[in-house]
């Protein structure tokens, strides 16, 4: 028979013994001549347990005979003892201990590389001019950011008054984009306003839908670029009006008068778009 003898392992099991007293020995069985094959305690010793012999004597276990580990090695406990184990060869896993400070933060990593702009968006640009005979004047500049493909809008409302009875007031529109290929579609609205007489009388003037009657559009560089509005079939404001309604005009001509003048409000949209 082959036996180990694990000098630290029998003081730690004798010390349990003894504090147990009789109630191991009466809660252990003995195996007698028990093999391997047939004790419990060989099968736990061969999970990692290890298993004894306690001698006895009056029937009070007294000393720790044998320890064997392993099943190879276990082969029954002989006459005079009694089988004692099994007991665990690593006790149970401690608890996890605390966790530890947080360490102080590194350094500064290096700057990355500077970013770049981002790209500027491209403006419409539009202006209405008026001459009451001393040339043409920008009244109203308005502009808009480029980029949808629904087309932008920019809109404003201005005032102005004719006094040139003899050649009335020409009105205009010119407009630009800071980037190429757009194109732009003009409405103009003019109401009249005569606050001559004895009191204000107010009257649609002329309305521009689109640069000609079918409702064309007009090109723009990046430099002012002449609007034509097409007025319908007819000049409705009178004055000095000269060109042809059905293909546009360059210039809505509206009389003046004397003293005061007339009054005209001016309600413009420009809508750009890309051309094609």
């Not at 029998?10 to 093999?35: E, R, Y």
């Not at 319908?232 to 509206?254: E, K, L």
């Amino acid at each position: 028979m082959r036996i180990s003898f694990l000098t630290r392992r029998i003081a730690v099991v004798s010390a349990v013994i003894a504090l147990a007293g009789g109630t191991a020995a009466g809660a252990l069985a003995a195996s007698g001549s028990s093999s391997a094959a047939s004790s419990p305690a060989a099968a736990a010793a061969a999970s990692g347990q290890i298993v004894g012999c306690v001698k006895t004597s009056g029937g009070a276990p007294r000393t720790m005979q044998n320890v064997y580990t392993g099943v190879a090695n276990f082969r029954g406990c002989p006459a005079g003892t009694f089988q004692a184990g099994p007991w665990n060869v690593r006790g149970p896993r401690g608890a996890t201990g605390a966790k530890g400070a947080t360490g102080a933060a590194g350094p500064q990593g290096p700057a990355g590389p500077a970013g770049q702009d981002a790209q500027a968006l491209p403006y419409g640009i539009g202006q209405v001019l008026v001459d009451r005979g001393t040339g043409a004047t920008a009244w109203a500049t308005y502009s808009t950011t480029l980029g949808s493909p629904a087309g932008d809008t920019e809109s404003g409302t201005f005032r102005f008054t004719c006094k040139n009875v003899t050649d009335g007031c020409n009105l205009s529109v010119q407009a630009r984009a800071t980037a190429s290929g757009y194109q732009v579609y003009p409405r103009v609205l003019i109401i009249k306003a005569d606050n001559s007489g004895t009191g204000e009388i107010r009257s649609t003037c002329e309305y521009a839908d689109g640069s000609d009657n079918d409702g064309a559009s007009t090109a723009v560089g990046t430099s002012a670029t002449p609007v034509p509005l097409g007025v319908g079939g007819t000049f409705d404001c009178g004055g000095s009006q000269s060109g042809t309604p059905a293909s546009g005009v360059t210039d809505i001509n509206v009389p003046g008068s004397a003293g005061q003048g007339l009054h005209y409000d001016v309600f413009t949209t420009l809508v750009f778009a890309k051309a094609g």
